[in-house]
């Protein structure tokens, strides 16, 4: 199987992949396009990108506004089954789908093989959520005499605007859930990964899901501004920076017409809380996984870990000596554990940070970059420095840095103050053999994922829905059973059934 991955690999390089404005199946006139590089090496072209331009995302509105009625009221089985073919599509197409995640991306493979079945995954949840909630109204209780029951609908056009950590996965994962809840979608990629999605909207549509029903809009924020402020926007789906979130939610709140809602992922400072009883292997084991893996690109990912002082020391040996095991480069290499960051200003940034961290903090360790395998493309070698406390950082920073704080046996409360005073709520992690412990521990934090004795990332579709609170989102979690009632509008419907009303035959 792996033979074949890499054989993917290859035989994707000879593709000049295509992502274009794409408007009831006709390609939209376009505002400028440019090459898509490989993150991993800069002077490897995966593509071309044409972006949409404002016009594109005009006529995909109007589009998608008239395909509305015809959509919403296709049986939420029929709409099940396109997106259960898609699933099938992307099964049987899995191999190009991880060789673009994995060029585009620079997903190392065991990532991008995950990220295509939790695609995969998405789509077949959310067919199986719409049939279980949107093929029929829920008959309420009420008086004799009357009837009434509960139904969903589908809100209008859905926007979905997903990021290039997850290029495929979240991508489709949006657009599996708009589409299932009877909604129309305009759809845009990251700017960094659009020929993934591309690929991903083409099995969509062979798969069954109308060409008006789903347009995709490659483009930067200009074209994602565009799609938010247009009349025509029912709901936006949105996975991305904390900061993009409230520009979006301030252009919502300031249009006229409608009030539209926001379903928003973001950022976090995730921190893992490991007391004295916790088994430092254990420990060490999830921190990497949690903070390196992916290159620390995910919003899942660990920055914070606060290590109890009696273990501290142990810890420390041992996570420096499993960082010396990393090894950095090219994500197409089975050996590789860590791919590159996503492109030159996200290593800016935390190229940036680490000279700041120098400043004052105390270097544990950093791993070393092999200048052959990582000269062409934007890596950054993974560290981890001890700070004094978490008030120093101020905000995420997306990438393999680790912060550590030390703390003592007294202080389990600061601890927990110091992480809910960050405002964020995404992932938690605690490492303790003390029940009472944990239970202190999530009594106190308002956090989406709380994981114990385990990494806190890899979020399984329909086991661990996923997302956070407060600076960390709007909620309804990803991948879990509510997720589609916030791409939906219910509606009651109360009918007096008495003869005497005249409309026993109703209902
Ligand atoms: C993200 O990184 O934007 O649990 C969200 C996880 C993933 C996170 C996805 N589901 O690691």
Known sequence: ???????????????NYLAAPLIGGKQGSGASSRP???????????????????????????????????????PAATRAAALDA??????????????????????IQVDAVSEVREAIDFCRYYAAQAKEKFAAP?????????????????????????????????????????????????????????????????????????????????????????????????????????EVARIIARTLAAKDGPLVPLIAETGGQNALIADSSALPEQVVRDVVASAFNSAGQRCS???????????????????????????????????????PVIDEAARKVLVAHASWLDSFAKPLYT???????????????????????????????????????????????????????????????IHSRIEDTVRRITARLHVGNTYVNRNVIGAVVGVQPFGGEGLSGTGPKAGGPHYLYRFASERTLSVDTTAAGGNASLM
């Open 301 to 339: 990912a660990l920055r914070v870990l606060f290590v109890q002082a009696d273990i501290a020391e142990r810890v420390s040996t041992m996570l420096a000596g499993a960082m010396q095991e990393l090894r950095i480069g090219d994500p197409a290499d089975l050996r590789t554990d860590v791919g």
């Open 1 to 15: 199987a792996l033979q074949h991955l890499h054989q993917a690999i290859q035989q994707s390089r000879n593709v």
């Open 367 to 429: 791993c070393a970059l092999d200048e052959r395998a990582t000269s062409h493309g934007s890596f950054f070698a993974p560290c981890a420095y001890e700070i004094d406390s978490l008030s120093r950082l101020e905000r995420e920073v997306f990438g393999p840095i680790l912060h550590i704080v030390r703390w003592r046996g007294e202080d389990l409360d600061k601890v927990c103050d110091a992480i809910a005073s960050t405002g964020y709520g995404l992932t938690l992690g």
């Open 138 to 242: 829920i008959e309420l209780p009420g008086p004799t005499g009357e009837r009434n029951s509960l139904s969903l609908h589908g809100r209008g056009v859905f926007v979905c605007i997903s990021p290039w950590n997850f290029p495929l996965a979240i991508f489709v994962g949006q657009v599996a859930a708009a589409l299932a809840a009877g909604n129309t979608v305009l759809a845009k990629p990251a700017e960094q990964t659009p020929l993934v999605a591309a690929l991903a909207v083409g099995m969509l549509h062979s798969a069954g899901i109308p060409a008006h029903v789903l347009a995709f809009l490659p483009g930067d924020g200009r074209v994602g501004a565009a799609m938010v402020a247009a009349r025509e926007c029912a709901g936006v789906a949105f996975t991305g920076s904390t």
């Open 36 to 74: 898509v590089c490989s993150p991993a090496n800069q002077r490897e072209v995966v593509g071309q990108v044409i972006e949409a331009s404002v016009a594109d995302v005009s006529t995909a509105m109007a589009v998608a506004q008239a395909a509305f009625p015809a959509w919403e009221s296709t």
């Open 86 to 107: 898609a699933a099938d599509l992307m099964q049987e197409r899995l191999p190009e789908l991880v060789a673009l995640i994995v060029r585009e991306g620079g997903r």
